[in-house]
Structure formats: C-alpha cells, structure tokens
C-alpha cells in the first residue's frame, strides 16, 4: 500500500503520506538517483567487463545503414550502458512530464498519478530500461551525445540559478544576523568565507596554467583561463561599486567569489575536455585518435571533474526536490511554491508559508505547491547531464572502436561559464537599469 496507493496501510503507519508534495518530489528523485547508481556501476571496469553476456547487447552492434561490420564493441560497453540508462530516465520524464501538463490541483484525476502508483512507477521505469538495452546502435549514440549536450547545457543554467540564488541567500541571512545579533563575529565569518573561496579560486588558476597550458601552443587554453579570470575581476570589482551597494545592500565579494569558484570549476572541466594530450594531460589515452587496443585500460569515469561534477549534480537536484527560494523572483522562474497556484492557499498548518518559513504542503486542492510539468523537465536535464558527466563529455566515432573528447563539450562548458556569470552581472545591474521594479 505504501508503494501502490496514497495512504500507508496500518501495518506501515510510520510510512509518510505519499500525498506530501516533497515526499512526492523526492521519490521521483530516488529513481534517478538510483538510475545514475546503475550507470555508475555498469561503467565500471569489472562490470563492464561482464556486460557483453547481455544477450543481443553486443552482437549485432555493428550494424550501421543495414550494413554489418566486424566491431569489437566490447572497447566501449560501458559508454553504451550509460547512455542507455541517460535514455531511459529522460524517457521516463519525458513520459510524466507530457501526462502533467496543465494539472492545476489534485483535484485532476492525473494528479493521483504523480502522488501515487510508485511501484508501477518503478516497473514503468524498469520496463524502459530494458527496452533501451536492445536499441541498435546504428545513429543511436552519436545523435543522442548531441541530444546530451542540449540537455546538460541547459542543466548547467539552471545549476547557475541556483547557484546564484544560494549565493544572494546565504549573504543576506548572514548580513541579518550580524544586524541582530555579535555583529564582529558574523563579519569575521563572511570575510573568512570569502577569503577561503578567492584563495581556492586563485590556486585553481595558478593550476591550470601549469598543467593545461605550455609556452609554445595550447592557445585555446590560456585564452579561456584568461577571459574567465578577467571576467571574474569585473563582477567583483562591480559587486561592491557604491552605486550597486546602495541599490542592493546585500550584495558584496561572498556571492562573487562564489560564483567565481564555480566557474573556475567550469574552465577545469572544460578544458579537461580538450582533445589534445600536449595541452590537456588528463585526456584518457585510449580516447585519443589512435586506435583502441586490448593493451589499454578500460574507460573509468572518477576523473577528478567527474566526481566535482557528480556532486554538485546531487546537490542541487535535492536542492530543486526539497526547498523553495528565499526570493520570489527565482521562484517565478523555478514555477515553486511562491508563484504556484497554491501559494495562496492559506498560511496555516496546510499553506506554504508559516512563520516566515517556506513549505512544502499536502493540501493542493486548490492549487499545486510546484509545477509538475516543470519539475520532471528538470530531472530530464538532469538525467542527461549525469549521463554526460559519467561518460566525461566523449564521443564514440563512426566506427564506434574509438571515445574520443570532441571541441563541441569544450565550447559548451565554456559559454555556460561566460552565461553564468553574465547572469550573475544582470543580477547586480538590473536594479540600476530598471528602478521601476521591484527587486527587493
């Protein structure tokens, strides 16, 4: 009962109702927590290993244009697993994202089907996934990297978002507190903060020109390192403009060098990327143009990007699952709480506000806490970005023997750090260039 209906039946009273609306979110994410799981094992070398036992998994998988070729498909089993499993979760999305749309409370039938059902749910999910198992390769994989890159692209905007929102949060609730209470002691924590993060930000630099650019060559690196450093000047010399002050008190270097560590992350994986073992030494050897040979390791995913990456995808999935932001203008764009349809439901035991604090409640009679459609659009992104990360942004090439790092991840991971920090500069400026509106 816990798994196929609304209420726990008696024997599981300690059961919360699956009509909670974070209950309901967070579920959704433990499947594709527990996707990402499966793909993680599968691309490990011992277990990659086994996957050629999978009947019909690698036989046939040369087949490209009705044309059978002789590939040694066992060179990139794992790759193909990943992006197998990436396929099935944002079918699976996909899939519930089209069925809400439109649902405006649970008084709509569909609503039952996003609060309930979740062991057929689950063997909705696992039907999917074995059924993306027996895709034929052909076009498959080199038009769904594309399709990744979309995805995860916008992935990385929303992490920006977020990542912004955090940052302006976290400033201002400590600014609060330094107002209410040991002023010296809140400051001393803001300037250590900061001062961490800038100093990390710095060492990072200084790390990537040693190891990612040589003084002959390799200009496509320090080209990048050097425009990200510049613009990482500029929003934090614009953070603490008097005029920007004075229209934002609390904006100041805390959100700047967050932002700033986040996007020398960003220029890491990036140039990690780079398709050239003279200016990128932690290119996979086997994923360059040469020929894969049985001599050579087995793709693994746990390069050091991977596991930066991998974690910041946790965080702000179970940030989109569980909270709502402190501003109503993210939550205008995120489609939460603040700006659902229930918002106004009331602030008592049921709304989503009490006591200032921001919730998440089980009453959407009159209107849902979040917008389904959007929240399972959001995991679809995500799914496509762990698929990404997981398979380090390569690219089987057309005789699918050989991964190799395209320029198209590079160029990628490299705009979404200029657009994140282009957003983070509209979002100090933006009360200077439109008065009119609020901000606050």
């Known amino acids: 009962s816990c798994l196929c209906g609304s209420a726990p039946c008696l024997l ?10 974070t209950i309901s979110r967070l579920l959704f994410t433990f499947f594709l927590f527990l996707g990402t799981l499966v793909s993680i094992i599968m691309i490990i070398p011992g277990v990659e290993k086994e996957l050629h036992k999978l009947p019909g998994f690698c036989e046939g998988s ?9 590939v040694d498909c066992s ?9 197998r499993m990436g396929f099935a979760m944002a079918a699976f999305f996909c899939l519930f994202a089209v069925l809400m749309v439109c649902v405006r409370s649970s008084k709509d039938p569909r609503a039952a089907l996003q609060n309930g059902f979740w062991f057929f749910k689950f063997l909705v999910l696992v039907g999917i996934t074995v059924g993306a198992f027996y895709i034929p390769d052909g076009a498959f994989t080199s038009v769904w990297f594309y399709f990744g890159v979309v995805g995860s692209f916008l992935f990385i905007l929303i992490q920006l978002v977020l990542l ?16 209410q209470g040991s002023a010296k002691g809140w400051y001393a924590a803001l300037c250590t903060v900061t001062f961490i993060f800038y100093a990390a930000s710095i060492a990072a630099l200084v790390l990537l020109y040693v190891y990612y650019t040589k003084p002959k060559g390799c200009t496509e690196g320090k080209a990048f390192i050097s425009i990200n450093l510049i613009l990482c000047l500029i929003v ?28 020398i992350y960003v220029t890491w994986a990036a140039l990690a990327n780079v398709p050239s073992q003279h200016c990128n030494p932690t290119l996979l050897l086997r994923n360059s143009t040469g020929s894969a040979t049985a001599t050579e390791p087995l793709t693994t995913w746990w390069d050091a990007p991977s ?20 501003h109503p ?45 959007f929240f399972h659009l959001c995991l679809l992104l995500a799914a496509l970005y762990i698929m990404m990360t997981l398979t380090n942004w390569y690219r089987p090439d057309e005789s699918l023997q050989v991964l190799s790092s395209p320029w198209t991840a590079v160029w990628v991971k490299i705009c979404s750090s200029w657009a994140g920090l282009l957003l983070y500069l509209w979002t100090l400026v933006a009360p200077l260039l439109l008065p009119n509106r609020d901000f606050s």
Request: hydrophobic share 35%.
């Open 12 to 21: 599981c009273g300690c059961c919360p109702s699956a009509k909670n609306s």
């Open 329 to 373: 203008q993210v939550n205008k764009l995120m489609l939460t709480e603040e700006s659902g349809a229930g918002a106004g439901a009331g602030a008592g035991p049921g709304g989503a506000e009490e006591g200032g604090v921001h919730r998440a409640y089980d009453n959407e009679q009159d209107g849902v806490s979040y917008n389904y459609t």
């Open 236 to 263: 934090s010399v614009v953070s603490i403009l008097p005029k920007i002050q004075e229209a934002q008190p609390h904006s100041g270097l805390l959100q700047a060098s967050l932002i700033t560590l986040y996007t």
């Open 75 to 83: 060179s990139f089993l794992g790759h193909k697993a990943v992006y």
């Open 164 to 179: 912004i929102d955090l940052a302006h949060s976290w400033s201002q609730r400590w600014l609060h507190n330094a107002e």
């Open 62 to 70: 040369g087949s490209v244009l009705g044309v059978q070729t002789k």
């Open 307 to 326: 596991i930066v990456g991998l974690v910041i995808f946790i965080l702000c999935t179970l940030f989109i699952s569980l909270r709502s932001s402190d």
